[in-house]
């Protein structure tokens, strides 16, 4: 890849003909299956779908990344997809949970033993290697992260419970990587909202789920999507202890919060994508100001440990909107390498 590569966090924006953002946008990402988002006829979905991850696909090869990812089309958020296709989970009588901004959400309900039962996004590799000669990433949401938005009628504790979790997610990994996928991210954006449980037992989870793998590995962390989270902290509560995770790159959202470069110092040890990209901020950034972002990184983290990229998924955003975003990612950075060059 080149210096400084950039590309999506995971998820591009949803076409309005496949699913209906203005109800997906009415609350936090769903934790149980909602198929009545899908505007499209269950028999018509998985054609569609595919239709959707070309677009996605195409949006980003034309704005130059060097990477791609699917987009995350087949899912109605970044978790309950993966989650609720796990043996141990009552599909029929959903729990509930507290969710980050305190209020109580339908969740999975873990009632048995938690493993999976059969490859969930692996089954569509193929389709995407037809259709890209990219580096392609796959995101999975983190065991932490499962754990936190499940309710437990089962296991002792919730850290046994995000232990099955990562037995799942490892599997899942690790046949993704089999498969030809070159990256595959973990979202973990409970260890923030989160941090006290996190120091207990995140970090085992993790190392579990991200065990023999044969590629590179990404760990996401996050104040939660810009459309619904508007006044972020501008440090983290939980980064520095990602450092010692086995996971090879940290994720960072860092524009709209306005973070601190400075505590980017606490993972030295790591490649850091940093956020460039605001997305609660429907304007499209200029170049420039892209670049003067990827500056103010760059003071505290050399380029070769370092990816450009959006704060967080792009899921809620007008396509266009979306597209022009992306384009300014790629020539915001490119700005960068130019005046390196010089």
Known sequence: MNELPAGLVGSYAQPNWLIDKSRLGERLPPRVLLHALWRVQPELLEEAQND??????????????????????????????????????????????????????PVPRVAGPVSRREP???????????????????????????????????????AELAMAYAAAVNEELRDLFAAGVDIVQLDEPYVQARPE????????????????????TVLHVCFGYGKHVDDKPDGYAFLGELDGCQADEVSVECAQPRLKMAVLDCLPNKKVHVGVIDLRDTNVE????????????????????MVVAPDCGMKYLDRRVAFGKLCSLVAGRDLVLGRRDE
């Open 286 to 305: 200029t170049p420039e100001t892209v670049a003067r972002r990827i500056e103010a990184a760059l003071e505290v983290v050399p380029a070769q440990r």
């Open 197 to 216: 449980a996190a120091r207990e037992y995140a970090v085992a989870a993790i190392d579990r789920a991200v065990a023999g793998a044969s590629g590179a």
């Open 52 to 105: 959707a991850t070309r677009i996605a696909l195409d949006d980003q090869h034309a704005a130059g990344v060097d990477f791609v990812t699917d987009g995350e089309i087949r899912r109605e958020s970044y978790s309950n997809r993966f989650a609720n296709a796990l043996n141990g989970i009552d599909l029929d009588n959903p729990g509930q949970a507290v969710d980050r901004t305190g209020k109580t959400v």
């Open 120 to 158: 969930v996004e692996v089954r569509y590799i193929e389709f995407l290697k037809a259709h890209t000669d990219r580096p392609l990433k796959i995101t999975l949401p983190g065991p932490f992260t499962m754990a936190q938005q499940a309710q437990n009628d089962y296991y002792d504790s919730e």
